[in-house]
């Protein structure tokens, strides 16, 4: 599996958006980029996913790089509950099996 | 509608005892999957059911692991003669058949081998 490389951690201004940055310069053409996440004593939770044009949903905005050898995760306006660890991950079509790396832990300042 | 639903929430053993961690999938959902998360790292996969598909077992760390499904229905993860190392949250996910189709975990549950 193609790998992608996060910071381990950064912090946020509540009410403030966040970036979230990604790297994944080995990706495939066939690689779609996932984003999860994991608040405390949960399980991961789907945020968005991509493969070439950027993405919006009610929880976040998806920010695909020209080249996709890079991505950023985009929180509009951060509040104290998205504080979580934060997922990238690369998903071949033809894999069913998502392999998390560590992710970035995500701190709100109030 | 209903989550993932894993049971018990929380499980603790001698060393050397079998457990047995049950995983209710949401209804419809063919792919099942089972990962396991050691305190404070990320999640290793573990196996992962398709239908009536062979399983695919590549993750399982050892034969005191398997794991059972029957049909789209629930699974059990099966441990046998526990060892301390196997203290983690294993996490159960389920979802629709589909390269992309999103990964809905449920809350997985805590075992503890003393």
């Known amino acids: 599996d193609a790998k992608t490389t996060q910071p381990n951690s950064m912090e946020s201004n509540e009410e403030e958006p966040v970036h979230l940055p990604c790297n994944h310069s080995t990706i495939s053409g066939t690689d779609y980029i996932h984003w999860y996440r994991q608040l405390p004593s949960q399980g991961p939770e789907y945020v968005i996913h991509g493969l070439t044009s950027n993405v919006n949903n009610r929880m976040a905005s998806l920010a695909i790089a020209e080249d996709r050898k890079s991505s950023t995760l985009i929180l509009h306006r951060a509040t104290l509950r998205d504080a979580a660890v934060y997922y990238c991950?690369?998903?071949?079509?033809?894999?069913?099996?998502?392999?998390f790396g560590t992710g970035t832990r995500l701190t709100i300042i109030p | 509608g209903a989550g993932v639903s894993q049971s018990p929430s929380n499980k603790v053993t001698e060393k050397g005892k079998d457990v047995e961690l049950r995983c209710d999938p949401i209804?419809?959902?063919?792919?099942l999957y089972w990962y396991r998360q050691r305190l404070g790292q990320g999640l290793e996969f573990l196996i992962y059911f398709q239908g009536n598909s062979a399983p695919d077992k590549s993750g399982l760390p050892s034969d005191r692991f398997s794991a059972e499904r029957t049909g789209e229905s629930v699974s059990t993860l099966t441990i046998q003669r526990t060892q301390q190392e196997d203290s983690a949250v294993y996490l159960c996910?389920?979802?629709?058949?589909?390269?992309?189709?999103?990964?809905?975990f449920g809350n997985g549950t805590r075992l503890t081998v003393t």
């Open positions: 209804s419809g959902h063919t792919a």
């Open positions: 996910a389920s979802s629709v058949w589909g390269g992309n189709s999103p990964l809905h």
């Open positions: 991950i690369l998903r071949d079509v033809g894999n069913e099996k998502l392999t």
